[in-house]
Each structure stands twice: as C-alpha cells, then as structure tokens.
C-alpha cells in the first residue's frame, strides 16, 4: 500500500521550484506533448481557485494532481499521475481522494475530470471512488483520440 506523504504545493514554499522541477519531468514523461502542461505549468499553478497536491516517497515524488474549482458549484481534476516505478501501489487513489476532500472543502457539488478511455487503471480508479461516465468527447485529446467526461455528485444535506 502507498507509503507516501501527501503534501499541499504552497506558492511561497522554497522548495517550488524543485518541486515543479520534478513534477514537469513526470509530466513530460507520461503525456503526449500535446496533453502536457510542462510548458505552462507555473500559469497553471498561479490560476486563482486551483490546486495541486503531490506524494512523497522519501526524497522523490512518487505522483501528483493538479485540480480548480471555476465556481463554488463545480470542481475539475485537471491532471492525475504517477510515475511508473510507484503505480498500483495505492498512490493515485490517496491523491485522488485528497483532491476530492480538498474540492469538498469548497462546498463543490460536481467534480468532473477527463480520461482517456484505453487508460484502464485511471477509469478503474475513478469508478471506484464513485466516478460515472457522462458521455464521451470526440477527438478531446486529438482528432483520433476521445475523452469520457466523468463526474462525481456529492450528497448535499
């Protein structure tokens, strides 16, 4: 099981920029150039409403997600990964979570996410922490490749 901390990214920690450092290199590693953030990643981050948390493995980051909430009713996973040396080990799901707990904090209604189809560990994921599949987006990540737009519904009391 996922040994690993889970630690908020703060802007103003000193060790940012070895941290966005990290986490671009993973970025770059498991996303299409054209699905990777590497090149704007610190506009990403500087976006008011948004968030990412990343575990760490000793040293090393073992995973990351990056999330925003545009408004107080909605909430996005906007990224998820995990270096392959760490996946099945329990990682993506404790990001996962985290991200859904932080989005929660916010009074979010709706999270909602994008996934490829073929990544059947990320639809496993996502469907056992209660994502459902809305409807699939044509050509989402490029002309040949879909998207299932997911969404996850909290109980409002």
């Given at each position: 099981m996922a040994t690993g901390v889970i630690v908020e990214l703060?802007?103003?920690?000193?060790?940012?920029?070895?941290?966005?450092?990290?986490?671009?290199?993973?970025?770059?590693?498991i996303f299409p150039k054209h699905e990777s953030?590497?090149?704007?990643?610190?506009?990403?981050?500087?976006?008011?409403?948004?968030?990412?948390?990343?575990?760490?493995?000793?040293?090393?980051?073992?995973?990351?997600?990056?999330?925003?909430?545009?408004?107080?009713l909605c909430a996005c996973i906007t990224k998820l990964a995990v270096k392959e040396n760490y996946r099945g080990q329990g990682h993506g799901e404790k990001l996962l979570k985290a991200a859904v707990q932080k989005c929660r904090t916010r009074n979010a209604h709706r999270i909602s996410l994008h996934v490829d189809p073929t990544r059947t560990p990320a639809m496993q994921l996502y469907k056992?922490?209660?994502?459902?599949?809305?409807?699939?987006?044509?050509?989402?990540?490029?002309?040949?490749?879909?998207?299932?737009?997911?969404?996850?519904?909290?109980?409002?009391?």
């Open positions: 703060q802007r103003n920690s000193p060790n940012w920029a070895k941290v966005v450092g990290d986490i671009v290199r993973i970025e770059k590693k953030l590497a090149r704007s990643f610190d506009d990403e981050l500087k976006k008011k409403n948004s968030g990412l948390l990343y575990t760490q493995v000793g040293t090393d980051i073992a995973g990351y997600v990056m999330y925003y909430w545009p408004s107080s056992k922490l209660g994502f459902q599949v809305d409807t699939l987006v044509e050509g989402y990540y490029s002309s040949d490749r879909n998207a299932y737009r997911m969404y996850l519904d909290f109980d409002m009391e």
